[in-house]
């Protein structure tokens, strides 16, 4: 009979081995010390102390001019759109759903919504409604990533620079403020990994991590990239324990559980092939949409990759991301290397950093290999470039000497050590809290100081003091809900994207006819917005109904315009 | 006036209805499912549990002296064997009393017991005798009574005519006995022969679940439907519940419920080296009587209504959920069968669809976990399975399920028609035939490897 220990080989330390959070080379990963009773509470207590620290800079930094920077984005306007959907029409879309995205995130979207007193009016507008649940989404996903540092490396040190760089920077608040899917499902990742590193020892967490994960990845599936890192974790967190079949076989089960409830959808209504099983790319199937065809389709998109020195990647990296944050984005980088080198190297000694190290690469993979690509995309890379710096930095502060009577004199440089860290990035110098301005005055960053959603609602309030609501109007998804969830509706209020694309918008209601266009709302950006959808001409006759217009609204500041024209028939 | 508008109205209201109902009984399904597979992993959830359910580490002296009561029908195949183990057992026989009890008329059975009496007295064994009853009705828990007003040693077990059971069984029940003042200790009982029937995998590993994990569930809340062998009462507890009740096809999960009535602590003990070995029924026939037993035995318990004495609401619906469970199980065959019915026949919303989908979700959920439950099995016996064996579960599993529902209602159509005669079950030791009886400390049942504490 095969006899299996009823032992678990856990790749983090105890609580209490870390009597001050700031580990010592003394005090071994694989060994921790057993602590005095005392110094274990001192711990416990610096850690609540810190996690509560970080908790409020979260939502300080998050929470912080939230609704007025930065400027509402056409897919916060999508995914509020398509959750009002659910709570007025019980669809998935108030267009046809074209299996573009899984619909976990606008389901919990809709879920949050549902509860608030004045649903999408609670917070002002539906997308600040949308930002709130995004702000208790960041302040629940820094819980979450502490913890996981701290399991991973045992180390205070790894989990305060982790959550400190996820919180302040200026990359991560950017984007984290905005409704996307990619934050709710960087929740979901965190919280499987945070259930697959627990040391319970139970079946029901391993579950609950595969139960997360299946719904992170049917919230973006694009999710499906960490499957085998977390994978790989679990299994090395559970195969001394006497449950680990169960353990692991219920964490594939509960994901693939949940994944197939995509498909399920997708059979039950009749839309999980193509008609004629036709997959041609060049000729879509017109009777019905399918799910995989539009998987298929994904797949086969390809804006450049990496090697592309044209392609998407590149010009999101050196317009969009590194100008946000270039020490996050390099300096994670250069960590996800080490760690990857440290964790290859000695994969039973250094698993946390090995671990950390393929999130980040697994992710950085689908990044690089030159699907098609949004700005926002660089979301799920941001808390695991987080999580290798952290570790990265814990590892270089333990070498700071620390035993016995010195130990007291090494918390005390490793701590110094932090704060200069800490107060680099802060300042102009990193620029995540403070920056020079064009006149070399020291400001706070835009993020904390530019109002710019003001004008989008100045721009709404035109819409509604000078536009009848019977009118036909083009713009973009960000004023999509107001339009037609506070009265006076506009129910003829369509975007471009859907005036160009769904059949029934484009053909039945408009024909096709610039002639059928009242007003065209641009947003900002939507111009070439509109001039890069239009590869098959299908923008065509809304291009030309701006032809036939006027201005009679304009809001010009910096590089945002805004702007409300009037066709002329 | 034309009736179309009507009859459309009604055909309406009636799917309306039809569908509201699927999808509650769906629900409830659903969430009847999910507690069932929580405690079938009780024990491998909770690691105290899994702690607590081994057995000692360290033998006791031997102290308890014990009457072992061996109920037999026409068991002529299997008796003599089994009298053989009882007497092998590593425990000193002046502590062993054996019983083997047979109605009159069970000549064949009684012969061959008799034949093996006499062949032990010449080893000098004399602490086994037969005891036999003439009057109705003629059945286990009868038999058992008769047993025990028979009998005299502190305590009271029972092994079917089939069991093999562990040699060193009495040692550990000795040992939690005076460790713990435990005054009724259930041993585990487990079925090996997996691969004998397209349904015997799926059988075995049901007693496995029930003795590794879900006892011990329900012996934490203090409701605890014993198991018919391997079972060890004190004298005195049975005396204060009176004995088994003669009318009860299960009267082994109706004495646990009574004794857990008297607020009496039953201590559950599975350990894979000591459990009791049987076979799983030959045939599928004697299986679905086997099953028909049980569910109506269930449902003659439920029905008695002693389960209300239970001190906690608690216990009270847990009795309630395990002798309705045969209800349940019945209500899920036929749901399947419903439900996929109107899946292909009703058009209805896609939520309401997928709701309806939840059951089989968990029904593959349940095969899941008796798949993984097949290699922790195996393993736990030192067994290796065939490529075969999971395959054939997959293609017996729904097969399985109809059959356990058929027997649901069998056994609901018997109670309701009054028929409540005991349908015996055959055995034909296909446990035992890879295994002489000589190899009784073989590794798998653990060897030597627990030792007398001195």
């Known amino acids: 009979m095969r006899v299996i220990p009823d032992e678990t080989r856990v790749i983090h330390h105890p609580r209490g081995g870390d009597q001050s959070g700031l580990r010592t080379r003394g005090q071994d990963a694989r060994r921790p010390q057993q602590p005095?009773?005392?110094?274990?509470?001192?711990?416990?207590?610096?850690?609540?102390?810190?996690?509560?620290?970080?908790?409020?800079?979260?939502?300080l930094s998050h929470g912080y001019h939230l609704f007025l920077y930065p400027l509402y984005i056409t897919d916060e306007g999508i995914y509020m759109q398509q959750a009002w959907s659910v709570l007025r029409e019980t669809r998935l879309s108030p267009y046809t759903y074209y299996y573009d995205h899984a619909p976990a995130g606008w389901l919990v979207i809709a879920a949050w919504v549902s509860v608030l007193p004045h649903q999408f009016e609670t917070f002002g507008n539906a997308i600040n409604t949308g930002r709130v649940l995004m702000l208790l989404v960041h302040l629940v996903s820094v819980f979450l990533l502490f913890h996981i540092a701290r399991r991973l490396s045992g180390s205070l040190i790894a989990a305060l620079v982790a959550t400190f760089l996820f919180n302040l920077s200026p990359l991560a608040v950017y984007y984290q403020r905005q409704v996307l899917l990619d934050n709710l499902m960087v929740f979901w990742v965190l919280l499987s990994l945070y259930l697959a590193t627990s040391d319970d020892r139970r079946i029901l967490t391993p579950l609950l991590s595969g139960l997360a994960l299946g719904i992170s990845v049917v919230t973006k599936e694009n999710a499906i990239f960490f499957v085998p890192v977390i994978g790989y974790l679990l299994y090395n967190q559970v195969r001394q324990r006497r449950n680990y079949r169960f353990a692991l076989g219920f964490w594939l089960f509960t994901s693939g559980a949940i994944i197939s409830l995509y498909f399920l959808y997708a059979v039950l209504k009749?839309?999980?092939?193509?008609?004629?099983?036709?997959?041609?790319?060049?000729?879509?199937?017109?009777?019905?949409?399918?799910?995989?065809?539009?998987?298929?389709?994904?797949?086969?998109?390809?804006?450049?990759?990496?090697?592309?020195?044209?392609?998407?990647?590149?010009?999101?990296?050196?317009?969009?991301?590194?100008?946000?944050?270039?020490?996050?984005?390099?300096?994670?980088?250069?960590?996800?290397?080490?760690?990857?080198?440290?964790?290859?190297?000695?994969?039973?000694?250094?698993?946390?950093?090995?671990?950390?190290?393929?999130?980040?690469?697994?992710?950085?993979?689908?990044?690089?290999?030159?699907?098609?690509?949004?700005?926002?995309?660089?979301?799920?890379?941001?808390?695991?470039?987080?999580?290798?710096?952290?570790?990265?930095?814990?590892?270089?502060?333990?070498?700071?000497?620390?035993?016995?009577?010195?130990?007291?004199?090494?918390?005390?440089?490793?701590?110094?050590?932090l704060v200069c860290f800490f107060t680099v990035l802060l300042l102009p110098t990193g620029g995540y809290l403070l920056v020079r301005d064009e006149f070399g005055k020291v400001v706070p960053h835009d993020l904390y100081k530019l109002p710019l959603t003001p004008l989008q609602e100045q721009q709404l309030a035109f819409i509604r003091a000078h536009i009848p609501p019977t009118a036909h109007i083009i713009m973009d998804e960000d004023l999509w809900v107001q339009l037609h969830d506070v009265r006076p509706y506009y129910p003829l209020a369509h975007s471009?994207?859907?005036?160009?694309?769904?059949?029934?918008?484009?053909?039945?209601?408009?024909?096709?006819?610039?002639?059928?266009?009242?007003?065209?709302?641009?947003?900002?950006?939507?111009?070439?917005?509109?001039?890069?959808?239009?590869?098959?001409?299908?923008?065509?006759?809304?291009?030309?109904?701006?032809?036939?217009?006027?201005?009679?609204?304009?809001?010009?500041r910096g590089d945002i315009s805004l702007a409300i024209y009037q066709v002329q028939k | 006036m034309s009736l179309d508008p009507i009859v459309q109205a009604v055909s309406h209201a009636f799917g309306g209805l039809l569908l509201a109902g699927a999808v509650t009984l769906s629900l409830l399904l659903t969430i009847q499912s999910?507690?069932?597979?929580?405690?079938?992993?009780?024990?491998?959830?909770?690691?105290?549990?899994?702690?607590?359910?081994?057995?000692?580490?360290?033998?006791?002296?031997?102290?308890?002296?014990?009457?072992?009561?061996?109920?037999?029908?026409?068991e002529e195949e299997v008796i003599q064997t089994t009298?053989?183990?009882?007497?092998?057992?590593?425990?000193?026989?002046?502590?062993?009393?054996?019983?083997?009890?047979?109605?009159?008329?069970?000549?064949?059975?009684?012969?061959?017991?008799?034949?093996?009496?006499?062949?032990?007295?010449?080893?000098?064994?004399?602490?086994?005798?037969?005891?036999?009853?003439?009057?109705?009705?003629?059945?286990?828990?009868?038999?058992?009574?008769?047993?025990?007003?028979?009998?005299?040693?502190?305590?009271?077990?029972?092994?079917?005519?089939?069991?093999?059971?562990?040699?060193?069984?009495?040692?550990?029940?000795?040992?939690?006995?005076?460790?713990?003042?435990?005054?009724?200790?259930?041993?585990?009982?487990?079925?090996?022969?997996?691969?004998?029937?397209?349904?015997?995998?799926?059988?075995?590993?049901?007693?496995?679940?029930?003795?590794?994990?879900?006892?011990?569930?329900?012996?934490?809340?203090?409701?605890?439907?014993?198991?018919?062998?391997?079972?060890?009462?004190?004298?005195?507890?049975?005396?204060r519940v009176g004995g088994w009740d003669e009318q009860d096809l299960t009267e082994d999960a109706d004495i646990g419920i009574r004794i857990s009535c008297l607020g009496e602590a039953i201590r559950v003990v599975y350990d894979d080296r000591y459990v009791t070995r049987e076979e799983t029924p030959p045939t599928l026939g004697q299986f679905i009587k086997q099953r028909s037993r049980w569910s109506q035995g269930f449902l003659q318990t439920l029905l008695k209504g002693e389960w209300k004495r239970l001190p906690t609401l608690g216990q009270?619906?847990?009795?309630?959920?395990?002798?309705?469970?045969?209800?349940?199980?019945?209500?899920?065959?036929?749901?399947?069968?419903?439900?996929l019915l109107m899946m292909f026949t009703l058009k209805m919303p896609?939520?309401?669809?997928?709701?309806?989908?939840?059951?089989?979700?968990?029904?593959?959920?349940?095969?899941?976990?008796?798949?993984?439950?097949?290699?922790?099995?195996?393993?736990?016996?030192?067994l290796k399975p065939s490529w075969k064996t999971p395959l054939v579960m997959a293609l017996g599993?729904?097969?399985?399920?109809?059959?356990?529902?058929?027997?649901?209602?069998?056994?609901?159509?018997?109670?309701?028609?009054?028929?409540?005669?005991?349908?015996?079950?055959?055995?034909?030791?296909?446990?035992?035939?890879?295994?002489?009886l000589e190899a009784t400390s073989s590794p798998t049942h653990g060897g030597r490897d627990a030792r007398h504490s001195r």
């Open chain 2, 350 to 382: 896609v939520p309401v669809a997928i709701a309806l989908y939840l059951p089989f979700y968990l029904l593959a959920a349940h095969f899941t976990l008796t798949v993984i439950g097949l290699y922790e099995f195996t393993a736990a016996h030192g």
């Open chain 1, 270 to 417: 009749n839309e999980l092939v193509p008609s004629h099983l036709n997959f041609n790319l060049n000729q879509p199937p017109a009777d019905h949409v399918a799910l995989l065809y539009t998987i298929w389709q994904q797949l086969h998109r390809s804006q450049g990759s990496m090697l592309d020195p044209h392609s998407l990647f590149w010009t999101f990296s050196l317009d969009a991301w590194l100008p946000k944050d270039t020490f996050l984005l390099a300096g994670g980088m250069v960590a996800t290397l080490l760690n990857l080198v440290q964790g290859l190297r000695d994969r039973k000694r250094h698993r946390g950093q090995l671990v950390v190290a393929l999130l980040a690469t697994s992710y950085a993979f689908y990044l690089v290999r030159g699907s098609v690509m949004l700005e926002f995309y660089v979301v799920p890379l941001v808390p695991f470039l987080a999580l290798n710096i952290g570790l990265l930095v814990a590892r270089i502060l333990h070498l700071v000497p620390g035993r016995r009577w010195l130990f007291v004199l090494s918390a005390f440089v490793q701590s110094l050590m």
């Open chain 2, 397 to 436: 599993y729904l097969p399985y399920q109809w059959v356990l529902a058929y027997a649901s209602v069998r056994a609901t159509a018997r109670q309701l028609r009054g028929i409540n005669n005991w349908e015996k079950t055959q055995h034909i030791g296909a446990h035992r035939q890879a295994e002489p």
């Open chain 2, 316 to 339: 009270r619906l847990l009795a309630l959920y395990t002798l309705g469970f045969p209800i349940a199980q019945a209500a899920l065959g036929l749901y399947m069968l419903v439900s």
């Open chain 1, 496 to 556: 471009h994207w859907k005036a160009a694309s769904d059949p029934a918008v484009r053909d039945k209601l408009f024909a096709r006819n610039w002639q059928n266009i009242d007003y065209i709302v641009l947003s900002n950006k939507m111009l070439s917005a509109m001039q890069q959808n239009n590869g098959d001409g299908s923008e065509n006759y809304i291009l030309e109904a701006l032809q036939h217009a006027r201005p009679i609204w304009q809001l010009t």
């Open chain 1, 36 to 59: 005095t009773a005392g110094a274990g509470t001192r711990s416990v207590g610096l850690e609540r102390f810190l996690l509560l620290l970080c908790l409020l800079t979260g939502a």
């Open chain 2, 83 to 239: 009298i053989e183990r009882v007497v092998r057992a590593r425990y000193p026989l002046s502590l062993l009393e054996v019983a083997v009890i047979c109605s009159a008329d069970d000549t064949g059975t009684i012969a061959k017991a008799q034949q093996r009496i006499a062949q032990l007295r010449g080893r000098g064994v004399e602490n086994v005798r037969v005891i036999t009853f003439n009057n109705r009705p003629i059945n286990k828990p009868h038999g058992l009574n008769v047993g025990l007003r028979s009998t005299q040693n502190e305590v009271v077990t029972i092994f079917d005519a089939e069991d093999d059971i562990h040699p060193d069984i009495f040692n550990v029940v000795n040992t939690v006995m005076l460790g713990e003042q435990a005054s009724v200790v259930q041993c585990g009982v487990q079925l090996m022969n997996y691969q004998s029937r397209w349904y015997s995998a799926l059988n075995v590993l049901e007693y496995f679940f029930w003795f590794k994990s879900r006892l011990h569930y329900h012996a934490r809340l203090g409701m605890t439907p014993l198991g018919g062998n391997t079972v060890f009462f004190t004298r005195a507890v049975l005396k």
């Open chain 2, 34 to 74: 999910v507690y069932t597979l929580y405690i079938m992993l009780y024990t491998w959830d909770r690691p105290e549990a899994y702690r607590r359910a081994k057995a000692p580490a360290r033998f006791r002296p031997p102290q308890k002296s014990f009457t072992v009561m061996l109920p037999a029908r026409h």
